[in-house]
């Protein structure tokens, strides 16, 4: 089965979740993922916001991580942040599991 680049760009994730990640950076990983028609951009919580509006009107969706990076958080505080990033437009969630 042979696919086109347009198919593959949207299986791709475009990812910024450091804890450094500036304003300036989110804004260009959205500008990146919507000219390469990526399917998804995954930032922090704290950037869903910015992601969502900057996104709003093409087909990339927002990611945001959960318990990131190792997961070791408790359920409950998993479930919260999980409604609070969905209320903010996110579209797709990145749990980490506790190991």
């Known amino acids: 089965m042979k696919i086109s680049k347009n198919q ?3 299986m791709f994730d475009q ?13 260009r ?8 028609n990526f399917g998804c951009v995954c930032v922090n919580s704290v950037c869903v916001s910015l992601a ?11 990611s945001s991580t959960i318990g990131f990076p190792y997961g070791s958080t408790l359920p ?6 999980s409604k609070r990033i969905l209320k903010k437009g996110a579209q797709e969630i990145d749990m980490v599991m506790n190991i």
């Open 8 to 10: 593959l760009a949207k």
């Open 15 to 27: 990812t910024l979740i450091k804890p450094t990640a500036t304003r300036d950076q989110v804004i």
């Open 29 to 36: 990983l959205c500008e990146e993922a919507e000219r390469y």
């Open 52 to 62: 969502v509006q900057l996104l709003r009107g093409t087909n990339v969706k927002v």
């Open 76 to 81: 409950e505080v998993k479930a919260f942040e």
